[in-house]
């Protein structure tokens, strides 16, 4: 069929036409007006050490220190991604997490090595509070998960992991990218729907 032949099948049912693609943008406000608020965090872990090796010659942890530090990043990045580790930051922070999947806790909370020293957190919930109990248990658990690698050391050069302030800020939407992009949606969905009425005539 020519593009002529289209705009002659959506011109008959126009009416159609036009009822989905409103019907489709006003279902997509709607979800985002209606939908339960929801809030963003972000927070920071910088990898630190507890001290300095000493050595009466080559201070050999100088050199080695910048590779130590972005391999024990990659650790906690790894640590962060565990189901397990999720679910111990909800019980500290006082969240019942029998509810989820194994698939929601690995993605409940994410963590991205963004320098040999620096480890990016971020997480949603559903209130800032919760966000902020979320966030100062993950500082407590990799806290603890650090002390106990540390208790192995047979020297105090081993690592710690500092926590800045989360930001936390609610999430919200632009009313005109959605309307632009629920009326490319509804457009799609009313040319089907016309298409189909049509040859089920």
Not at 29 to 56: D, H, K, M, P
Request: glycine share 4%.
């Amino acid at each position: 069929m020519e593009l002529k032949e289209y705009l002659q099948i959506i011109k008959k049912y126009l009416n159609l036409f036009i009822a989905v693609t409103l019907f489709t943008i006003a279902g997509v406000f709607a979800y985002f007006v209606f939908s339960s608020e929801s809030w963003s965090a972000s927070l920071t872990l910088n990898i630190t050490r507890a001290g300095a090796q000493e050595t009466l010659d080559y201070k050999f942890d100088d050199f080695y220190r910048l590779q130590a530090d972005e391999k024990f990043a990659e650790t906690v990045v790894e640590w962060l991604k565990s189901p397990r580790m999720a679910v111990d930051i909800y019980e500290k922070a006082g969240i019942d997490a029998s509810g989820f999947s194994i698939r929601q806790l690995k993605k409940s909370v994410t963590a991205e090595k963004m320098s040999s020293q620096i480890v990016a957190v971020s997480f949603s919930s559903p209130k800032k509070e919760t966000s902020r109990k979320i966030s100062d248990a993950v500082s407590g658990i990799i806290a603890e998960n650090t002390r106990t690698l540390n208790k192995d050391q047979n020297e105090k050069v081993w690592f710690e992991v500092v926590a800045q302030d989360p930001v936390i800020v609610k999430d919200g939407y632009s009313a005109f990218w959605v309307f632009l992009a629920s009326l490319a949606m509804g457009i799609f969905l009313g040319f089907w729907v016309v298409l189909v009425r049509f040859y089920l005539e």
